[in-house]
């Protein structure tokens, strides 16, 4: 029985060979008769004929006297064949190391799959090879070396999955890829634009990730929020282009909106704090001096910090003394009620129905 690769019989790869004995036989042109024309043995010819040597670029061209066909037709012919060939060979020599992988990665795959950046019927060998070619990698288990080898080394904590990560960081490139935006990154038009972000939390759910995107795009950058997965706990990358415009890529992995709008906030500030040497990947549990600059810009930019402190003196957290707040301050109650929490002025379960959940995904 032919051996298959997914449906497909070896039988079907047709050697180059093929063709040239059936125009042998349409010319009723005997094997030693080409020999004697290209100048090489019958054997060679033979050989040929039937699928044992290659068609080189030389012998392509004394075809290409002695039958009057193109050389390049029995080049691309042989490249063609060769293709084939180590297309089904390679199917065939997957290993399950990498079978192993592709489960790892099931949960990632099948959203690029829905987003069509893979097939959505391909599955298995097939399945590994496109995966490959999405990541730039001949093979899956090469993600891990790839990911150390670069300028920008991938977190290894503990709760970090090498080839989710990986995998996530080529999806958040992909789906930024062909976005068009007209100018260069402009810091100072992201300032203008912030009291027209904040509003925007006023706004209904369906409407806040297109308004950013055309907000961020008049300053020069590309915005979009991807799903989060787990092993992969980032909550924002930041990315120059050549171009001059810069990515900004959110995630939603805790989907209240006080929790969003500070994540969105840290992310800005890491821009107008001059962060971004080339690219940051923003771990949630990233420390450091300039994830506390950037901490503090978006408390800021989201409340005034003078007004803030005078608030918290008073000692007053009821609801009411709350929502007055807010409407003076024009933001949303669930936005201080998140900084009490996190400040433990509150405990996480108080006011909870004032607390708003996004799904932006």
């Given at each position: 029985m032919a051996k298959k690769m997914n449906g497909l019989s070896r039988e079907f790869i047709i050697h180059p060979g093929e063709t040239l004995k059936e125009i042998l036989e349409d010319r009723r042109m005997s094997q030693r008769e080409l020999a004697i024309r290209t100048d090489v043995t019958e054997a060679h010819i033979s050989s040929v004929v039937n699928g044992q040597k290659a068609i080189s670029v030389a012998f392509a061209k004394k075809l290409e006297y002695a039958l009057d066909i193109d050389a390049v037709f029995w080049i691309n012919l042989q490249a063609n064949y060769d293709k084939e060939l180590a297309d089904f060979e390679e199917l065939n020599e997957i290993s399950d190391e990498e079978l192993e992988i592709l489960n790892r990665l099931k949960s990632i795959v099948e959203y690029l799959?829905?987003?069509?950046?893979?097939?959505?019927?391909?599955?298995?060998?097939?399945?590994?090879?496109?995966?490959?070619?999405?990541?730039?990698?001949s093979s899956l288990i090469l993600i891990p070396q790839v990911s150390q080898s670069g300028a920008y080394r991938l977190a290894t904590a503990t709760n970090v999955d090498q080839y989710i990560l990986f995998t996530w960081l080529r999806m958040c490139d992909l789906i930024v890829?062909?976005?068009?935006?007209?100018?260069e990154l402009d810091i100072d038009m992201l300032k203008v634009k912030i009291p027209l972000i904040k509003d925007l939390m006023f706004e209904d759910v369906t409407i806040i990730q297109p308004r950013l995107k055309d907000y961020l795009a008049e300053c020069g950058i590309k915005f979009s929020i991807v799903k989060h997965f787990r092993g992969a706990p980032v909550q924002g990358v930041i990315k120059k282009n050549d171009d001059g415009t810069l990515n900004l890529l959110m995630?939603?992995?805790?989907?209240?909106?006080?929790?969003f709008w500070f994540t969105l906030f840290h992310?800005?500030?890491?821009?107008?704090n001059g962060d971004i040497e080339d690219k940051l990947i923003d771990y949630d549990f990233a420390k450091g001096e300039s994830e506390d600059r950037?901490?503090?810009?978006?408390?800021?930019?989201?409340?005034?910090?003078?007004?803030?402190?005078s608030f918290v003196r008073k000692k007053d957290f009821s609801l009411p003394s709350i929502k007055k707040f807010c409407a003076d301050q024009g933001i949303p109650p669930f936005i201080l009620i998140g900084r009490l929490q996190r400040d433990k002025h509150l405990n996480y379960h108080q006011y909870s129905t004032e607390k708003v959940?996004?799904?932006l995904e």
């Open positions: 799959q829905q987003i069509r950046l893979l097939e959505q019927e391909a599955c298995g060998p097939i399945l590994v090879t496109q995966l490959r070619k999405l990541l730039n990698v890829k062909n976005l068009q935006i007209e100018r995630t939603t992995r805790r989907k209240f909106a006080d929790i992310e800005i500030g890491h821009i107008v950037a901490d503090k810009f978006a408390a800021n930019t989201l409340i005034d910090a003078n007004e803030y402190d959940r996004y799904e």
